[in-house]
Structures are given as structure tokens and as C-alpha cells.
């Protein structure tokens, strides 16, 4: 075999490899925060195994970057790599859709959390006005004494100590 040839096999082996690891993204998803999958052809030929788990080169082994001109000269490979691409947005969507009840049910947990807070700040307030009214009751009994002794010193001095 001339090293061509051998080149040209080891370009669509690698292609074909890039290819299944798609494929079993689809069948079974990865933790998204470990794995990078393309979302474009441009991001397909520029993908390498740098990119990716430890677990998943262990799975599969290493695989390149390949040039777009490479790609496409198969026309086979390339139909299939566009058709993986929109699987693997649709199922990409479909997965953030089936996450919205979660959200949904997290976010209705805040809100009662939060009626919690609010009831118990509005509690506290009630307190603080009670307590205001005593302060503001106790200060205006203060003042009446207050108002009252002067009153009886203002008579005292009118009428000659």
C-alpha cells in the first residue's frame, strides 16, 4: 500500500470514527459538562480528541482533525455527518425542554421559600410596630409629666415662688 493511499484510509477511518462517537452520543448521552460534541461541519473537521474526556479517548482512542477538502471527497460521510448534526441539536433542544419541569418545580420552590421570607419580615414588622407604639405611648407620658412640671414651675414663679 503507498503511503497516498495509506493516508487517504487513515483520514476516513478517522472520519468514521468522529462519525460513531456521534452516533453514540445520540444513543447515549454524556455528561455535557465533560463532553464537546460539534455543532457544525467546521467544528467536525477541527475536532480532536484534546477536546474530549479521558474516558471517552479511552473508549474510542484518539482521533484528528481532518481538512474540509477531505470531508469533501465523501460525499456519504459528509450527508451522514449533516444529518448526526441535526440529531444532535433537536436532541439537544428536546433535553432542554424535558428540563423545564424541573426548572419550573425548582422555581416554585424559590417562590414558597420566598412567601416564608415574606411572611416572616412581615411578622417582624408587626413586632417593630407594636414595639414603636409602646415606645411612642411611653415617650408621650414622659412629655405630659415633663409638659405638666413646667407648667407647675411657670405657676410657681408667676405667683412669687
Known amino acids: 500500500m503507498k503511503i497516498h493511499e495509506f493516508n487517504k484510509q487513515e483520514a476516513l477511518n478517522n472520519m468514521t470514527l468522529k462519525l460513531t462517537i456521534l452516533n453514540d452520543a445520540l444513543k447515549k448521552p454524556e ?5 464537546l460534541y460539534p455543532k457544525t461541519v467546521r467544528q467536525f473537521n477541527l475536532w480532536e480528541s484534546k477536546q474530549n474526556s479521558i474516558e471517552l479517548n ?5 482521533i484528528k ?3 474540509n ?11 451522514e455527518l449533516t444529518t448526526l448534526l441535526k440529531l444532535l441539536t433537536l436532541a439537544e433542544r428536546n433535553k432542554e425542554k424535558n ?3 424541573e426548572r419550573i418545580s425548582k422555581l416554585k420552590d424559590n417562590i414558597e421559600e420566598l412567601k416564608k421570607y415574606i411572611l416572616l419580615l412581615e411578622s417582624y414588622t408587626a413586632t417593630q410596630k ?4 409602646r415606645t411612642k405611648e411611653h415617650f408621650e407620658g414622659e412629655i405630659n409629666k415633663q409638659n405638666s412640671i413646667i407648667r407647675e414651675l411657670k405657676e410657681t414663679i408667676r405667683n412669687g415662688h
Not at 455528561?31 to 463532553?35: C, G, R
Not at 407594636?130 to 407604639?133: F, I, T
Open 31 to 35: 455528561n455535557p459538562n465533560l463532553e
Open 58 to 62: 479511552k473508549r474510542y482512542g484518539p
Open 65 to 67: 482533525k481532518n481538512a
Open 69 to 79: 477538502s477531505t470531508l469533501n471527497k465523501y460525499p456519504e460521510v459528509k450527508a
Open 99 to 101: 428540563s423545564k419541569p
Open 130 to 133: 407594636v414595639e414603636l407604639l
